[in-house]
């Protein structure tokens, strides 16, 4: 009995996948032109092309008409049941658990940001650029996912494994809290503007080894968040009740009338 042979596009995706490995493309990241992919692949454009294809179907890729193809956000599960879950469950019931999030994310990402001026390698260093360019999107679902990367990046630069293990816990939490407030922040251009700011205060502090500096650039930043968000949500609870009002009684007069 002869096996079926595997697809040439199976093989070429798995090439693609190897390759974005080994560039260390993350999240948000713009992968290479599909006329470079073959060449560094040593196929045709149309065996990438049908590769790209299967790896968006996978949610490895996403695919931007004009844009470009792009990593999507892949995290580990391990910690999902034990950390992540209860949380869930807990938002699920009350949305205000959310600025519970935002302050574990004051405590926990203060010190990452001390520790990564501290500690990061020249490695570190790059990815932090590469994942800083990459919340430059002008696409926001690309952008919000860049900014998730861009704030594990600095957990991982900090090479402390217990900081770096708890931000892997609430990598669904981290991603979910920041996506939804990157793409409601990204509507108002001065706010985004203020984001990117803040995001390069963080990073510049932790090129130059200011450890004091990256920490309260980074509080600064979450603390900015925490009250836009919360402008935010103000505002749309203000207009629920706005639309809750009861009629105005002379309105019905007026249609007796």
């Given at each position: 009995m002869t096996l079926p042979t595997r697809r040439l596009t199976d093989d070429v995706?798995?090439?693609?996948?190897?390759?974005?490995?080994?560039?260390?493309?993350?999240?948000?990241?713009?992968?290479?032109?599909?006329?470079?992919?073959?060449?560094?692949?040593?196929?045709?454009?149309?065996s990438v092309r049908e590769?790209?294809?299967?790896?968006?179907?996978?949610?490895?890729?996403?695919?931007?008409?004009?844009?470009?193809?792009?990593?999507?956000?892949?995290?580990?599960?391990?910690?999902?049941?034990?950390?992540?879950?209860?949380?869930?469950?807990?938002?699920?019931?009350?949305?205000?658990?959310?600025?519970?999030?935002?302050?574990?994310?004051h405590a926990i990402e203060a010190s990452t940001a001390w520790h990564a001026a501290m500690r990061a390698t020249p490695a570190d260093k790059e990815k932090l650029r590469l994942c800083f360019e990459a919340t430059q999107s002008d696409d926001p679902d690309l952008s919000s996912q860049a900014d998730v990367r861009f704030h594990l990046a600095i957990a991982e630069a900090s090479h402390n494994i217990v900081l770096l293990q708890t931000m892997r816990g609430f990598f669904d939490l981290l991603q979910s809290?920041?996506?939804?407030?990157?793409?409601?922040?990204?509507?108002?251009?001065?706010?985004?503007?203020?984001?990117?700011?803040?995001?390069?205060?963080?990073?510049?502090?932790?090129?130059?080894?200011?450890?004091?500096?990256?920490?309260?650039?980074?509080?600064?930043?979450?603390?900015?968040v925490h009250t836009t968000i919360k402008q935010f949500d103000d505002d749309l609870a203000r207009q629920a009740r706005i639309t809750r009002l009861p009629d105005d009684p002379a309105d019905h007069l007026e249609k007796k009338l």
């Amino acid at each position: 009995m002869t096996l079926p042979t595997r697809r040439l596009t199976d093989d070429v995706a798995d090439r693609l996948r190897a390759l974005i490995d080994e560039q260390g493309l993350d999240a948000g990241m713009k992968l290479p032109a599909e006329r470079q992919l073959a060449a560094l692949l040593g196929v045709s454009r149309n065996s990438v092309r049908e590769a790209l294809q299967v790896l968006n179907a996978q949610g490895v890729l996403m695919t931007r008409r004009g844009g470009g193809t792009f990593v999507r956000w892949r995290h580990e599960t391990w910690s999902e049941q034990n950390i992540v879950q209860p949380i869930k469950t807990l938002l699920a019931s009350d949305a205000g658990y959310s600025y519970d999030i935002l302050e574990a994310r004051h405590a926990i990402e203060a010190s990452t940001a001390w520790h990564a001026a501290m500690r990061a390698t020249p490695a570190d260093k790059e990815k932090l650029r590469l994942c800083f360019e990459a919340t430059q999107s002008d696409d926001p679902d690309l952008s919000s996912q860049a900014d998730v990367r861009f704030h594990l990046a600095i957990a991982e630069a900090s090479h402390n494994i217990v900081l770096l293990q708890t931000m892997r816990g609430f990598f669904d939490l981290l991603q979910s809290s920041v996506i939804e407030s990157r793409q409601r922040m990204y509507l108002v251009p001065p706010v985004f503007a203020r984001l990117t700011e803040q995001h390069a205060a963080v990073l510049n502090a932790i090129l130059d080894g200011d450890a004091e500096g990256a920490r309260r650039a980074m509080m600064a930043h979450l603390s900015f968040v925490h009250t836009t968000i919360k402008q935010f949500d103000d505002d749309l609870a203000r207009q629920a009740r706005i639309t809750r009002l009861p009629d105005d009684p002379a309105d019905h007069l007026e249609k007796k009338l």
